[in-house]
């Protein structure tokens, strides 16, 4: 009886603690796998030190989160795009009832397919952030008062994406922009529909010096632009200026816009030499 409860008085101050149970070295294992997974996304730096990854409650949250994207169609291959451009995406900030309503936005509004969805949201992940009721209705609505229509802007194209995410304010000073220059609101909505990339240019840095170019140096008139507004999409250093003053040197009449900047540099240098 004695030996019996030294025994046992032995085995209760045991300062030595069990072992784990094995599910914990399961579950350490699983959450190695998961951080291999998102290195292998680019979501985790591979070259992040140990001592710096993130929790095991904050991989199971951007694994959530990764799931829900690929339940709308957003792929494995898609991912490491939307951590470059949309970093913020992959962390314990996110609430997926914030950016759930951007989806439906974009299928029940626009009028997108899962698959056009999905790829506006990879030509620009910053749009998930972005509120439906203060930002993308009133965007779709404004552009569809110009004219360009659910069928053109559902395609997901980068310009596309982009121009969705734009805020009303900013689409609005180009319009008015184009007015200024002397178009009526209607040659301005016909502009927007035919080059909708205009609302990503600049208007000090790009458009009002093309077209400042356009009138004072190669003195064409706004006729020309009406019929050519893509000459707002082509460089003016690398494109506009060299061609306008290699024409010129040679006296050669003014063309048209468009065979001019259209042409390759291989038809276009040997046509005029």
Request: net charge positive; aromatic share 10%; proline share 7%.
């Amino acid at each position: 009886m004695l030996h019996t409860l030294c025994l046992t008085t032995r085995l209760s101050t045991n300062p030595y603690p069990p072992p784990p149970p094995l599910y914990i070295k399961f579950k350490n294992s699983d959450h190695l796998h998961n951080i291999r997974y998102l290195k292998s996304l680019n979501i985790i730096d591979k070259d992040v030190p140990p001592r710096k990854l993130p929790s095991p409650d904050t991989v199971d949250h951007i694994l959530t989160t990764i799931n829900f994207l690929k339940s709308k169609n957003i792929s494995d291959s898609n991912l490491p795009r939307l951590a470059f451009l949309c970093p913020q995406l992959f962390t314990t900030n996110v609430d997926l009832s914030e950016i759930s309503p951007v989806f439906d936005f974009l299928t029940s509004e626009l009028h997108a397919s899962t698959e056009q969805s999905s790829g506006l949201i990879v030509n620009c992940p910053n749009i998930l952030f972005s509120d439906v009721d203060y930002c993308l209705r009133p965007t779709l609505n404004y552009l569809t008062t110009l004219g360009l229509s659910l069928e053109k802007l559902s395609a997901p194209s980068k310009i596309n994406a982009h121009l969705l995410n734009t805020r009303v304010e900013k689409l609005r000073r180009h319009v008015r922009f184009l007015k200024k220059i002397g178009l009526s609101h209607e040659e301005a909505k016909v502009i927007c529909v035919r080059l909708p990339a205009v609302f990503g240019y600049s208007i000090d840095n790009n458009l009002l010096p093309k077209f400042e170019f356009l009138v004072y140096e190669m003195e064409r008139s706004l006729e020309e632009l009406k019929g050519f507004p893509q000459y707002f999409g082509f460089s003016l250093r690398k494109r506009i200026a060299p061609r306008h003053f290699h024409l010129k040197e040679r006296n050669v009449n003014k063309i048209k816009l468009n065979r001019m900047l259209l042409w390759s540099d291989n038809k276009f240098y040997a046509k005029w030499k």
